[in-house]
């Protein structure tokens, strides 16, 4: 069976939550309008694409010291 790897399921599990507390609390908030809404749902998604870009470049430069160091050894 295959790994799931942290930057993916931290992802995942980001947009759960974002999507699911945006489907609960943004049709009940009538103090903003619905463009200020639709912001701050893009805006939190945007976050969580970045989130998982550092995460993988992260993973990627940990997967290649891990080889550099195989190779030396």
């Known amino acids: 069976m295959k790994r799931i790897r942290k930057s993916t399921g931290l992802t995942l599990a980001l947009l759960i939550y974002v999507s699911a507390t945006a489907a609960y609390f943004l049709p009940r908030n009538t103090e903003i309008s619905n463009t200020e809404k639709y912001i701050t749902v893009a805006a939190s998604y945007l976050i ?11 993973e990627a430069l940990q997967r290649k010291r891990f080889e550099e160091d195989n190779k030396q050894h």
């Open 48 to 58: 969580v694409f970045v989130l998982w870009l550092v995460l993988r470049k992260k």
